[in-house]
């Protein structure tokens, strides 16, 4: 789950982010014609399958008590990242 809201996020920041924090052309995922979530789901659709996958992370985690919280705060970390 948070393999695969690493890519959504990866595809909104291609949409959302500027050239300088990507570290590559904004959109160029969308100019090279690529196939990503946000082509798929549209911006905010990803944004919920993100969001999704995130709850369907800390839900697998749940029974594992507080040793699990840094792999809780990376699945946060990684839907919220902005760069």
């Known amino acids: 789950a948070v393999g695969l809201a ?3 996020r990866d595809d909104i920041l291609d949409v959302e ?3 300088a924090t990507l ?3 904004q959109g160029s995922d969308l100019a090279k014609d690529k196939p990503t ?5 549209g ?7 993100a969001r999704a996958l995130h709850r369907e992370a800390l839900e697998g ?3 594992f008590g507080e ?17």
């Open 17 to 19: 982010a500027d050239t």
């Open 37 to 41: 979530y946000t082509s798929l789901l």
């Open 67 to 83: 040793e699990a919280e840094p792999l809780r705060w990376l699945s946060a970390y990684i839907v919220e990242r902005a760069n």
């Open 43 to 49: 911006l905010d659709g990803a944004k919920q399958k």
């Open 6 to 8: 690493f890519q959504i």
């Open 23 to 25: 570290g590559k052309p």
């Open 61 to 63: 985690l749940r029974d």
